[in-house]
C-alpha cells in the first residue's frame, strides 16, 4: 500500500511523462519543439498566422523550466466550445545504448559543453531533462487499486487501532520517503476507507490510496520556492512535498509537511503600476 501511495503522490498521472512519451519517435528528428507546437495549434483548428516565435519559444521554455519537466495545458473557448486539452510532451529525447547502460540525449537542446574526458556537461539539457527508466503502468495501476479496493477497506475496518496506526504512519513515511519526519499519532475514522490524523492535518484516502493534507493533494515544492539560498541552508536540496494553503492571483503560499514552515511567494510587482 504504501508504495501504491508513493506512485500515487510521486507520479503525474496523464501528464506525458511516461517514458515512451519522452523519447524520440522514428521520423520525429526533423522537427523542432516549436514546429511540434504549431502543428498541434493548428489540428485544434488555431489560426498560427500571429503566433509570434517568441510566443513558442516561452511555451518550450516552461515546460522545461526549473530544471523539471511540465505539463502545458492549452484553454479553448469560444460562444459555443469550451475545453482545457494537455499539449502533448514537445521536447523528446534519443535513447542511446551504451554498454549496459541507457542513456539520453535530447534533440532540442540550449548550447552546451563537454569535458575533456567525455563526462556529461553539468549544463547540458539531457542531465536536466532525465527520463524515467520504464513505464509507470498507469491503467494496470488504477485496475490494481480497484481490484483490491474493498479489502483494504474491510482491513482497516476490522484491524485494532495500534495496527492500523503504524500502517498509516508506514505509508506517510513511504510517501514523504523518509525525508520529512512526521509524529506518529492516532488516525481517526472519517467514513468509509478514510482516516484523518489532526495534528498533522494529514488525511488518507484508502481506496484511492491516496495521501492529503488538509483537502489537497500533496505537491513538491515549486521551484520558484526552491531555488533561493535560504530554502536550501534551512531546508537542503531534497525534493519535498508541500500542502496547499492558499493562493490567490498575487500570492501563493504553502506548508512544508514534516515541518513548522510556511512558504510564501509574491510575484514581482510592476513597476508601473502604483495602484492608481
Not at 10 to 37: C, V, W
Not at 117 to 144: H, M, Q, Y
Not at 242 to 250: A, D, K
Amino acid at each position: 500500500m504504501g508504495s501504491l501511495a508513493f506512485v500515487r503522490a510521486r507520479h503525474g498521472f496523464g501528464l506525458g511523462m511516461l517514458r515512451s512519451q519522452l523519447l524520440e519517435q522514428e521520423g520525429e528528428d526533423s522537427l523542432s519543439p516549436e514546429t511540434r507546437l504549431v502543428r498541434f495549434l493548428q489540428a485544434q483548428g488555431i489560426d498560427t498566422s500571429k503566433v509570434s516565435s517568441e510566443s513558442l519559444d516561452r511555451g518550450r521554455q516552461f515546460m522545461v523550466s526549473g530544471g523539471r519537466r511540465r505539463a502545458l495545458f492549452l484553454h479553448i473557448s469560444s460562444r459555443q466550445y469550451h475545453d482545457t486539452i494537455r499539449v502533448p510532451t514537445l521536447l523528446r529525447q534519443k535513447a542511446t545504448i551504451t554498454g549496459a547502460e541507457t542513456t539520453t540525449a535530447t534533440t532540442a537542446t540550449t548550447s552546451t559543453t563537454a569535458s575533456a574526458d567525455g563526462a556529461a556537461p553539468a549544463s547540458s539539457e539531457a542531465t536536466t531533462l532525465r527520463i524515467p527508466p520504464a513505464d509507470v503502468p498507469e491503467s494496470r495501476l488504477f485496475a490494481l487499486i480497484q481490484r483490491h479496493r474493498r479489502m483494504f477497506v474491510s482491513w482497516f475496518e476490522v484491524s485494532e487501532g495500534g495496527s492500523r496506526d503504524r500502517v498509516l504512519h508506514g505509508v506517510v513515511g513511504t510517501v514523504l520517503r523518509g525525508q520529512q519526519h512526521v509524529v506518529p499519532e492516532p488516525w481517526a475514522p472519517k467514513g468509509d476507507g478514510r482516516f484523518e490524523a489532526p495534528r498533522a492535518e494529514l488525511r488518507f484516502d484508502v481506496q484511492g490510496v491516496e495521501l492529503f493534507w488538509r483537502n489537497d493533494e500533496l505537491k513538491p515544492v515549486p521551484d520558484s520556492m526552491t531555488h533561493f539560498p535560504d530554502f536550501e541552508v534551512i531546508l537542503g536540496r531534497e525534493a519535498l512535498q508541500c500542502g496547499l494553503i492558499s493562493r490567490s492571483e498575487h500570492r501563493h503560499c504553502v506548508h512544508i509537511l514534516g515541518t513548522e514552515f510556511d512558504l510564501v511567494q509574491w510575484d514581482e510587482p510592476n513597476p508601473s503600476d502604483q495602484g492608481v
